[in-house]
Structures are given as C-alpha cells and as structure tokens.
C-alpha cells in the first residue's frame, strides 16, 4: 500500500469511503453487515488505514455499521472520518446534538477528521451564518481533542468554493473534491486543485471513478488507453490519473464487494503516475465520452443580454449538461435549488431570441424544454 504524509500522519493513498456498501435485496437503507465487515478486514489486512463515513449514508446506518466493523480493531491503527450534515439545511441549528449523536453511532471519543458535509450554493449562506455557530462548535471540538484535523467537502461551482475558502480557508486542513478525468474540465477540477494550492490546503478526492462511469468505458473508449498502456486495467486508469495531480493526498473509493476492494488495493500497491502524452491521450477520451451528450456553449454570455427573463443561460446550460452526461444525479437539481424560480430551465418562454446571437447555434429553448422535463418540473 502506497501511503502519503499529511503533516505528521502517514494515510494510506486509498481510503474506504462508506456510501456504497453491500445492501441487502437492493435496499440501500438495509447494509450487508456481514459482507461490510470482510470488506473492512480486507482493508486493514491491506495496510488501508483511513475510512470516510457520513450522517446520510445508507439511511442513516453507515456510521454505526462502521463504526462496530472498526471496534475489532485498536483505535490507534485506523483514522475515522464523519461529516457534519448541512445538506439538509434542517440541521444547521443541531451541530452539537447530531455531533454528539455520530460519536455514539460510530463508538468512538474522537473523530481523526470532521468536515463540513457538501458545500454548495444550497447552503453556502447558512453555513456561513454565524447565528448557527457551526465553525466556533467545531473548532471548540478540536480544541478539546474530540476532532483532530477539519476540513470540508463541496460539489458546488468555483464561486461557492472562492466564497467557503474566503471566510473559513485559514481553519481549513483539507477540502474533500469530486476529481476524476472527466470532472479535471468538466466540473473546473483543474482550477479547483489550483485555488485550493494558493492556501496550501491539500486535496482529498471523491468519486475517483465518477460513480463507477469510468471502471465501464465502451471498447471504442477504451481502446486508446489499453493502446498506451496494455497492461493496465480500464478503472485504474482513473487512479494512475489522480496519482499524476499535485495536492492530492487521499483517494476514497466507495467500495461496494469485496472484489472491487481486492482490486483497488493491487492498484495501489504501486505509483505510476502518466506521461505527459499518457495525460493528453486520457483526457482526450474524457473530452469525447463528454461531447456524446454536452452542448458546446462557451459561456460567451451573449444570450444573456437578449434574454427577456434575465435567466443565466451559461450556468443553465452547464448544469444541463452535468445532468445529462450523468444521466440524472443530485448535482444539479442541489445547485438549482438556491437558483429563483423565475430564472430556472422551466421559465423559458421559448422566444429564441438567445438562439439568434449563440455563436455555437445551440438550440437554447429546446434544451430548457428537456432539462425541465428531466427534472420532472
């Protein structure tokens, strides 16, 4: 197992992120504990040493079946990482009940690593509202030992992440990213790792295969990479390509069976990181698995000055593009909810006056028409 140093820690490169665990008769809410507890064996047979849980995972039941797979095992060979919910903006005002309540579920006295859970243009006010208190209880928390290092998590677009790291980046120890190949351009990763390097604060990563999107390239996908490396196989690929980023500390991966698990570790036995014509040749497939369902806009704005509603068809469209390529997701309709009513995909009255100035021809009302009908508005 590779491991990376995080001030004075040594966290293995791949961390087990508890989101996707074995359930049984396909019920998320209803974890497989016995098959959970192999995996959590496997994993520590295997020198992994960092486990990511959450209040939300599977119903509610993630932090306390982790949390008694881990009671076999002494406190001080593994790191335990929970997240304060502020995805549900219900729970902004019971950070120290639901705080009190994750030590219990997962029988634990401290956590190695807390963060802000999902930071994004739903709830970047409300984390940042200081009636809730919800910094000055946690860093209370680490003062007194109960959390070791705090960090945050967030989906949400490059203002919400500038906005986060403006008002709370000095406390901040790491920021937990959605990085992969796809995402490094398509959701502004690259700039992303970036901003975050100008406060030297190292990144973890989330959904390194995109939900499992990137272990099951079609053959024509595939078949440049195995050209460049035949050796390699398809879902490391995405591995090799985090281990090639600088900044990039841990990798979770959100495991669900043993043999995925087995298979991840052997990739992360060793580094190898891509060439520059590895890097090239990968993120061009990126660039065409995209281009199968994303309309080309360029943000170049000019549909915005003839739009009668003063909709921001440039976000719009982004999102549009987020919910098709992923084939639904809760990544846009989150970042739609804190957008008004009024200046939402279903608003477009169908004028096409934005389509007579779009330099790319894009068929703007038609595609307002389909995002509304897959959000089911």
């Not at 335990?80 to 950070?95: E, I, Q, R, T, W």
């Not at 009668?308 to 309709?333: R, V």
């Not at 009255?349 to 779009?358: D, N």
Request: proline share 5%; glycine share 8%.
């Amino acid at each position: 197992m590779i491991y990376e140093s995080f001030q004075d820690l040594k966290l293995s490169a791949l961390g087990m992120g508890c989101m996707r665990l074995p359930v049984l008769n396909g019920d998320d809410a209803k974890v497989d504990e016995k098959a959970a507890a192999e995996m959590v064996a496997c994993a520590m047979e295997s020198g992994v040493n960092y486990y990511d849980t959450a209040w939300g995972y599977h119903g509610g039941h993630s932090e306390t079946v982790l949390g008694r797979a881990l009671a076999a095992y002494p406190r001080e060979r593994f790191y335990l990482a929970d997240k304060f919910p502020g995805y549900d903006l219900s729970n902004m005002g019971k950070v120290r009940e639901i705080f009190e309540e994750q030590l219990k579920k997962c029988g634990v006295e401290y956590f190695d690593f807390y963060l802000f859970h999902n930071v994004c243009e739903m709830n970047i006010d409300a984390y940042l509202d200081p009636q809730y208190g919800i910094l000055d209880f946690l860093l209370e928390q680490k003062k007194n030992g109960r959390i070791r290092h705090l960090g945050f998590s967030c989906h949400g677009a490059m203002p919400v992440l500038k906005r986060f790291l403006e008002a709370y980046g000095k406390h901040m120890e790491f920021c937990q990213l959605q990085i992969n190949y796809i995402d490094w351009i398509f959701q502004d990763g690259k700039e992303k790792v970036e901003l975050l390097g100008q406060y030297h604060i190292p990144v973890w990563v989330m959904e390194p295969l995109r939900g499992g999107r990137l272990a099951r390239l079609t053959e024509a996908e595939a078949a440049p990479l195995k050209a460049m490396r035949p050796d390699e196989a398809i879902p490391a690929w995405a591995f090799r390509f985090l281990q090639s980023i600088p900044g990039v500390t841990m990798v979770l991966s959100g495991m669900s069976d043993l043999e995925q698990m087995k298979e991840n570790i052997a990739t992360f036995q060793t580094e190898r990181p891509l060439s520059r014509q590895e890097m090239e040749g990968l993120l061009e497939v990126a660039k065409g698995m995209v281009s199968k369902t994303a309309l080309p806009c360029t943000a170049c704005h000019y549909c915005v000055s003839h739009c009668p509603k003063g909709m921001d068809i440039p976000e719009l469209l982004a999102l549009y593009n987020e919910h098709s390529f992923t084939g639904g997701g809760f990544l846009a309709p989150m970042a739609l909810a804190a957008i008004p009513q009024d200046k939402q995909p279903s608003a477009c009255i169908g004028c096409r006056s934005c389509e007579k100035v779009c330099p790319q021809q894009i068929k703007i009302s038609e595609a307002m028409a389909d995002f509304t009908s897959k959000l089911g508005a």
